[in-house]
C-alpha cells in the first residue's frame, strides 16, 4: 500500500542540494506546515531551496536534485508535470495525504463525471479542462519518501528529508496506531462502554477510532487530545481490515459507517484498487 | 522479613511518609485521558486519588524501569563524539503493584539484570521503592496458572487488605525504617494470622478458571506447525502490537537514531518494540523471516511459553490480563493455552475447559 520505492542507498551529491516545493490538488496546508518548522532555518542551511511558491516568485527551475511534492494529482497537467519532475530530480518525497493516499480529493473519484456536473455544471469543460480521476501521486511516478498525514508534523518532515539527504532508506513502519496509543497511555475508545458510563459522562458512544487499521507514527495526537482516529495517515501497510471490521460488527458499531470514515482519506485504497499502489 | 498491621486510615500516614522520603510517588489511579474509563499508575500529589483496589492499569509499571523512549547517547556526526546519557537518578516509590506485577519485574531481573546488565534498568531498578498489594481476581485474570498469584520477594513493603486493616510485610531496612517512622503499626495477634488465611482462602477460591497447562512447552513444539491451529488466530491478529506495549513481561526494544535539525548532532533512542511488527524480523534485502501476521503471533506466544521457559524455567507471562483488554480481536493467552489444548481426535461432545474467561475475554475487549 506504500508507495513504490524508486531508488536508495546513494547520498545526494552536491553539498547543498536543491530542492524545489510542489502542489498538486490540495489546500496547501502542508506546504504551510514547512514554515512552521521550529528549526526551519537548520533545516534550510542543510539545502539550497529554489522553488516555493507559497514562499517566493521565484521560477521553477530546468534543474534540481529534491522534489518535495504536496497534492493528489486531479488534472493530466499534473500527470505531465510529475512525469517531467521525475526525468530531473535524483529524489521524490511526497508530503501529506493527498499526494499519498490521494486523500480528500480522490473522494471524488467514484462518478467524477457527476460530481464536476454538480458543481461545474455545463461549464465544466472550460473551467475543470484536462481532469483525471483524483489519485496518489505515486499512480503516476515512483516516489522515494514519504511523509504522512493531515497535515503533516514538520519534525516527521525534517527527519525524513534528512533521511533523503543521507541516502538512507526511510524507515516502513507498517503496523497500525494502537501500539503508540498504548505506550502513551491513552484510554481506548473501544474500551467498555457500559451504559451508566457513557450517562455519566465517563465513556464515549460509539466512537469510531480508525486507529485499528492507520498507518503508525503521529504518537496518538487525536486520542491523547481527546478525538478518536481519524485515518489521516492512511491506511497501515499490515492493517487487517477484515479482522477490524469483525471487530467493529461485535462491537454493536456500522462496518459501513466504519468504511465511509476510513474513505475520508483512504477512498482510493478502498475503492480505486490502491492495494496495488 | 518483618510483619506489622496497621489501620486503613493510616494509609495516608505511609503516603506522607513516602512523599518525605522519595522524589517522587505514585500508584494507581483514575486516568486524565479522554478515551473510556481506565486505570494508570502516575504521579500522586494527593492521596485521595489513590485506587489500591483497581483491577488492573492500561500501562503495568514496567514503563519506570524500562522507559518507552530511553536517551542512551548523543552523537556529532562530524567530530565523531560520543557521550553517553547516564541514567537518571530520581527516587521513585510506586505504591500498589500487583503481585503479577512484582512477579513481571523478576522477570525482567533475570533479564536485564543477568549475563548483561543494563545499566538504565538497574539505576532505576535501585532507586525503586516498591510497595505491593494484594487483589482479588477479576475474569480474564490468570496468575494462578503461572505461579504469579503470590509473591514472595521483589518488594520492600507489602500490603494485604483484611478489610478493616492491613496486613503489613516488610522485606527490606527501608521500608522497617519507613513503618517505624511513620506509621502506628502493631504486632500481629492470632486473630490477624487467621484472618491473613482466611483472606487467602477467599482469593484462591475466587479464580474461576485455570488454564490446562499440561506440557504446554511440549504441545507448543509439537504444534508449531498447525497451520488451521495458528491460522485461526493469526487470521484475527490487527499486527498493531498494542499487546506488547501492556505486556509487564514484553521487553523487546528498537534502537534508531534521531538528528537535530542541523543535520551534525542527534541522539540514539532506545524505544519499546514489538515481535508482532513486521518490520520486526525484517533483516538485509528486504527479507522477511515472519512475513504474516499467523507467523508473527505464532512466535510471540512460543518466547513467552517455550523459549524463556527451556532457558530460565520461567514463562514470560504473569496472568495480569492487560493484554486481554488491550487486544480489540480476543487473542489472549488464555485462547492460545486453550487452542494448544484442543484434541483434535477427542471425542465430539468432550468438555473444554471454557469458563468466565471467554466471556470476560468478549466483554473486555478493550
Known amino acids: 500500500?506504500?508507495?513504490?520505492?524508486?531508488?536508495?542507498?546513494?547520498?545526494?551529491?552536491?553539498?547543498?542540494?536543491?530542492?524545489?516545493?510542489?502542489?498538486?490538488?490540495?489546500?496547501f496546508g502542508c506546504q504551510l506546515q514547512l514554515s512552521n518548522i521550529a528549526d526551519l532555518l537548520d533545516v534550510l542551511g542543510t539545502i539550497k531551496l529554489e522553488y516555493w511558491q507559497l514562499m517566493s516568485s521565484a521560477v521553477l527551475p530546468a534543474d534540481?536534485?529534491?522534489?518535495?511534492?504536496?497534492?493528489?494529482?486531479t488534472t493530466q497537467d499534473h500527470i505531465e508535470l510529475l512525469q517531467q519532475v521525475r526525468t530531473v530530480?535524483?529524489?521524490?518525497?511526497?508530503?501529506?495525504?493527498?499526494?499519498?493516499?490521494?486523500g480528500v480529493p480522490a473522494l471524488a473519484a467514484q462518478d467524477l463525471g457527476k460530481h464536476v456536473q454538480a458543481v461545474y455544471s455545463d461549464d465544466a469543460d472550460r473551467v475543470a479542462a484536462g481532469r483525471v480521476r483524483p489519485a496518489p501521486i505515486s499512480n503516476y511516478v515512483a516516489v522515494d519518501y514519504?511523509?504522512?498525514?493531515?497535515?503533516?508534523?514538520?519534525?516527521?518532515?525534517?527527519?525524513?528529508?534528512?533521511?533523503?539527504?543521507?541516502?538512507?532508506?526511510?524507515?516502513?513502519?507498517?503496523?497500525?496506531?494502537?501500539?503508540?496509543?498504548?505506550?502513551?497511555?491513552?484510554?481506548?475508545?473501544?474500551?467498555?462502554?457500559?451504559?451508566?458510563?457513557?450517562?455519566?459522562?465517563?465513556?464515549?458512544?460509539?466512537?469510531?477510532?480508525?486507529?485499528?487499521?492507520?498507518?503508525?507514527?503521529?504518537?496518538?495526537?487525536?486520542?491523547?487530545?481527546?478525538?478518536?482516529?481519524?485515518?489521516c495517515r492512511g491506511i497501515a501497510a499490515d492493517a487487517n481490515l477484515s479482522s477490524a471490521r469483525t471487530f467493529i460488527a461485535n462491537e454493536g458499531l456500522d462496518v459501513d459507517d466504519f468504511d465511509d470514515a476510513l474513505r475520508i482519506y483512504s477512498s482510493h485504497a478502498l475503492d480505486d484498487g490502491g492495494e496495488e499502489q | 522479613m518483618i510483619y506489622k498491621i496497621i489501620e486503613k486510615w493510616a494509609l495516608e500516614d505511609l503516603f506522607e511518609g513516602l512523599r518525605a522520603n522519595y522524589d517522587e510517588v505514585v500508584g494507581p489511579q483514575p486516568s486524565k485521558g479522554h478515551g473510556g474509563p481506565a486505570l494508570v499508575f502516575d504521579k500522586l500529589t494527593n492521596f485521595n486519588d489513590l485506587r489500591l483496589d483497581y483491577d488492573t492499569t492500561i500501562l503495568p509499571p514496567k514503563k519506570y524501569f524500562l522507559n518507552p523512549d530511553e536517551r542512551i547517547l548523543r552523537f556529532n556526526r562530524s567530530t565523531g563524539d560520543v557521550f553517553d546519557t547516564e541514567p537518571v537518578q530520581i527516587s521513585r516509590a510506586i505504591f500498589g503493584m500487583h503481585p503479577c506485577d512484582i512477579n513481571a519485574l523478576l522477570l525482567l531481573d533475570q533479564i536485564f539484570l543477568g549475563d548483561y546488565v543494563d545499566p538504565y534498568y538497574q539505576a532505576a531498578r535501585k532507586s525503586t521503592f516498591i510497595i505491593g498489594t494484594s487483589c482479588m481476581p477479576s475474569p480474564g485474570h490468570i496468575c494462578n496458572a503461572f505461579g504469579s498469584d503470590e509473591v514472595h520477594r521483589g518488594f520492600d513493603l507489602f500490603l494485604t487488605d483484611l478489610g478493616d486493616r492491613y496486613f503489613l510485610s516488610?522485606?527490606?531496612?527501608?521500608?522497617?525504617?519507613?513503618?517505624?517512622?511513620?506509621?502506628?503499626?502493631?504486632?500481629?495477634?492470632?486473630?490477624?494470622?487467621?484472618?491473613?488465611?482466611?483472606?487467602?482462602r477467599q482469593f484462591k477460591a475466587a479464580f474461576k478458571y485455570l488454564p490446562q497447562m499440561d506440557q504446554l512447552p511440549l504441545l507448543y513444539g509439537a504444534?508449531?506447525?498447525d497451520e488451521d491451529l495458528w491460522n485461526q488466530i493469526g487470521d484475527d491478529c490487527l499486527s498493531c502490537g498494542a499487546c506488547s506495549m501492556v505486556c509487564p513481561v514484553c521487553h523487546c526494544f528498537d534502537v534508531r537514531d534521531k538528528l537535530d535539525a542541523n543535520g551534525e548532532t542527534g541522539l540514539r533512542h532506545r524505544v519499546w518494540d514489538s515481535c508482532n511488527f513486521s518490520e520486526f524480523a525484517e533483516?538485509?534485502?528486504?527479507?522477511?523471516?515472519?512475513?504474516?501476521?499467523?507467523?508473527?503471533?505464532?512466535?510471540?506466544?512460543?518466547?513467552?511459553?517455550?523459549?524463556?521457559?527451556?532457558?530460565?524455567?520461567?514463562?514470560?507471562?504473569?496472568?495480569?490480563?492487560?493484554?486481554?483488554?488491550?487486544?480489540?480481536?480476543?487473542i489472549t493467552p488464555a485462547r492460545v493455552i486453550r487452542a494448544l489444548q484442543e484434541d483434535a481426535n477427542a471425542n465430539v461432545g468432550a468438555e473444554t475447559p471454557d469458563s468466565a474467561d471467554t466471556v470476560s475475554a468478549k466483554k473486555d475487549c478493550a
Not at chain 2, 499467523?294 to 493484554?323: D, E, I
Open chain 1, 64 to 73: 534540481y536534485d529534491i522534489a518535495i511534492i504536496e497534492g493528489a494529482v
Open chain 2, 170 to 200: 516488610c522485606a527490606t531496612v527501608p521500608a522497617a525504617e519507613l513503618v517505624d517512622k511513620y506509621l502506628d503499626a502493631r504486632e500481629p495477634v492470632a486473630a490477624d494470622i487467621s484472618d491473613f488465611q482466611a483472606r487467602t
Open chain 2, 223 to 225: 504444534k508449531y506447525e
Open chain 1, 89 to 102: 530530480a535524483q529524489t521524490i518525497i511526497a508530503i501529506g495525504s493527498c499526494a499519498i493516499t490521494g
Open chain 1, 146 to 231: 514519504l511523509v504522512a498525514g493531515c497535515p503533516i508534523d514538520p519534525r516527521e518532515f525534517v527527519t525524513v528529508l534528512q533521511g533523503a539527504l543521507l541516502g538512507v532508506r526511510q524507515r516502513q513502519q507498517r503496523e497500525p496506531l494502537c501500539a503508540q496509543c498504548k505506550t502513551m497511555e491513552a484510554p481506548c475508545f473501544y474500551s467498555i462502554r457500559a451504559a451508566q458510563d457513557i450517562a455519566d459522562g465517563m465513556a464515549t458512544p460509539q466512537a469510531l477510532c480508525l486507529g485499528l487499521v492507520t498507518r503508525t507514527g503521529c504518537g496518538a495526537l487525536c486520542i491523547t487530545r481527546g478525538r478518536p482516529c481519524t485515518g
Open chain 2, 283 to 330: 533483516v538485509a534485502h528486504d527479507y522477511n523471516f515472519r512475513p504474516t501476521h499467523t507467523s508473527r503471533v505464532r512466535y510471540r506466544f512460543f518466547h513467552k511459553f517455550v523459549g524463556n521457559f527451556t532457558r530460565n524455567g520461567k514463562m514470560l507471562c504473569v496472568g495480569c490480563s492487560r493484554c486481554n483488554r488491550a487486544c480489540k480481536v480476543g
Open chain 1, 1 to 27: 500500500m506504500s508507495a513504490a520505492i524508486h531508488n536508495h542507498g546513494s547520498s545526494l551529491k552536491p553539498a547543498y542540494p536543491r530542492a524545489i516545493v510542489l502542489s498538486l490538488a490540495s489546500d
